[in-house]
């Protein structure tokens, strides 16, 4: 099993431009967890999935954050317009949907938005 | 809300030290309570769950209602296991919430 894969491993960008994050969950794990990490914040979550529906968006910063599960295998993370203060490494991480199970982490993105 | 507190940021003990890596939690039930580990530029990985009750590395970790702790305990600290340690609960049934983080450097 080749874990959670997550891409791009860097992105560098300016300010203003979207972002797409993409992450591919362990086969048969069933929720999907999206994380930012930063020095001043540690890590949080912003949004996660059962099923492929969200269930809980509450971390979501503001509007310009956006996820999508279209399947199983599958998960954007959209920034637009994305800025400098966005940067950050970005945690996608699976497990199997059932309660208080571990989370399995990608090797994240780490993004900084000039 | 369920949480983790870590009190300390940084921790710097020498080569073959005990280390002791502190972790507090908030909940008046039965918490799940996990350590994960993150290598230098590498991935979170679990490290240990409470109810393993397993020994992984050679860290330890007891559950201690009375303190509401969960501390990582190693008797004889290793240069590789320099990283960083995130203690870590749920906050209902799927939402995990990690504490701030310590980075753990061992001196040679």
């Known amino acids: 099993d080749a874990g959670v894969i997550q891409s791009p491993r860097h992105e560098v960008t300016e300010m203003g431009q979207e972002v797409t994050l993409r992450c591919k969950p362990i086969?048969?794990?069933?929720?999907l967890f999206w994380y930012r990490q930063t020095m001043m914040r540690g890590l949080e979550l912003l949004i996660y999935?059962?099923?492929?529906?969200?269930?809980?968006d509450s971390g979501m910063p503001e509007d310009r954050f956006s996820a999508k599960m279209p399947n199983a295998s599958f998960s954007t993370l959209k920034i637009q317009p994305s800025e400098p203060r966005d940067s950050a490494v970005y945690f996608c991480?699976?497990?199997?949907?059932?309660?208080?199970?571990?989370?399995?982490f990608g090797d994240g993105t780490r993004l900084s938005i000039l | 809300a369920q949480r983790v507190t870590q009190p300390e940021k940084l921790l710097s003990v020498f080569k073959g030290a005990p280390v002791e890596l502190k972790c507090n939690y908030s909940?008046?039930?039965?918490?799940?309570l996990f350590w994960y580990v993150q290598y230098s530029r590498q991935r979170l990985q679990l490290l240990l769950r409470?109810?393993s009750r397993e020994s992984i590395k050679g860290f330890t970790a007891d559950l201690n209602k009375g303190e509401t702790s969960f501390h990582l305990k190693k008797p004889f600290a290793q240069e590789e296991d320099s990283a960083m340690y995130y203690c870590?609960?749920?906050?209902?049934?799927?939402?995990?919430?990690f504490g701030q983080g310590t980075r753990l450097t061992i001196n040679p």
């Open positions: 086969s048969g794990h069933n929720s």
């Open positions: 870590a609960t749920f906050q209902g049934a799927q939402k995990l919430v």
């Open positions: 909940y008046s039930g039965s918490p799940e």
């Open positions: 991480a699976s497990s199997i949907g059932t309660v208080n199970q571990p989370q399995h």
């Open positions: 409470h109810i």
């Open positions: 999935f059962n099923n492929n529906v969200p269930i809980d």
